[in-house]
C-alpha cells in the first residue's frame, strides 16, 4: 500500500471525533469484529474456547491505549486482571496482552511498573507469558527499560513485542534476550519516519528475518508474529537448522487474517497463538489493520458509503 495511504489511515485512527463515527455506526461495527472478538471478556473468552477448539493458543487483549488518568490505568489493570482469572479458572491454553500506556506509561512509570506487576503476579499464578505490547516511537525505550525492570523484579515470563521496522530493534533485541526477556518479533504497524524507522518492504524484511535468526539463535522461546509467508518458510528453514524442534518456538498471527494459513501450520505440529482482542475501544486497533491491507480499506469505505 502506498505509504501515504497507510501513514493517513493510522493517523486517521488517532483521531477522536472520528473514532464516535466509526464506531457508532452498526456497519463499521459489524466489519470491525472481523478481527476483535466484540466488546466484552465473554466475547474475548468465547473466541478463545473456540481457537482452543482447533490446536492454537490465544493472547487474549483488553483493547484501549495511551489513557489520560490514573484511574483509568488502573480500571484496564482490573479488567486484565479479571480476564487471567477466567483464564485461569477455565483452564484455556491462553495468556494475555497490555499495551504500557493503557496501564498509565505516558503518565507515570512508577505507576505502570505496579500495574505491570499486579498482571505479571496474575499470569505467573496460572503459568502464563506476559507480553507487553509495542507502540509508537515515543514509548519504545520506556517499553524497552519497562521490561527489563519486570526482569529485574523477577518476571521472567514477561516480554515486550519488538518491531523489525526501527532501525534500533536488532540491538534491542539482543539486549532485551540478555536480559532473559521471551520477545514476540513483528514488522511493526505504526507511521514512524525515516529518521527512526525502515521505509521499504525489502529493509523492513531483512531486518526481520535478521533478528528472528538472532532469536531462533540465542533468544528465549522466540514468539514469530507475521503472516508474511516467506519469512515464516525462512523461519522454519532456520529453526531447522539450528536443530530446533517445534516445540522451540511459536507461530503468532491476528485474529480475522489469514486463518486458513493458520490451521495449516498447527496441522503441520507448528505451535501457533492467535491474537485475540476485545473491548469498545477497537477503532484505533482496526484502523491498524486497515492500514495493513489495501483489499481491507475498500471493503471498509464500501461500508460508510452504504450507511
Ligand atoms: C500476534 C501479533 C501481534 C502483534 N503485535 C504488535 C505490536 O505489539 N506492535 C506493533 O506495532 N505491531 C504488532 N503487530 C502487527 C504487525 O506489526 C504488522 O503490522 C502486521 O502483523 C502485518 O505484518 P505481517 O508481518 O503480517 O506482514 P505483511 O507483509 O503486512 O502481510 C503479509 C500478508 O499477510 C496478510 N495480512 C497482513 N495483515 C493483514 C490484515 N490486517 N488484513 C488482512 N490480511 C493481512 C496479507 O495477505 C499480507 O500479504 C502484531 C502482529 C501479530 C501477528
Known sequence: MPDLLRNLLIRAGENKPLAKQVTSRRLTRSLALRFVAGETLDDGLAVTRRQAAKGKTVTLDFLGESVTSQDDARAAAKVIVEAVGRIGEEG??????????????????????????????????????????????????ATVALVERLQQAGHAHVGCAVQSYLRRTRADVERLSRAGASLRLCKGAYAEPERVAYQSRTQVNASYAECADYLLAHGNYPRIATHDDRLIDHVKVVANRFGLSRDDFEFQMLHGVRASLQDALVADGYRLRVYVPFGHQWYPYFMRRLAERPANVLFFLRSLRDT
Open 92 to 141: 484455556l491454553p491462553a495468556g494475555v496482552s497490555v499495551k504500557p500506556t493503557q496501564l498509565g506509561l505516558k503518565l507515570s512509570e512508577e505507576l505502570c511498573t505496579e500495574l505491570c506487576c499486579d498482571v505479571a503476579e496474575a499470569t505467573a499464578r496460572i503459568g502464563e507469558h506476559l507480553t507487553l505490547d509495542m507502540e509508537g516511537r515515543d514509548v519504545t525505550e
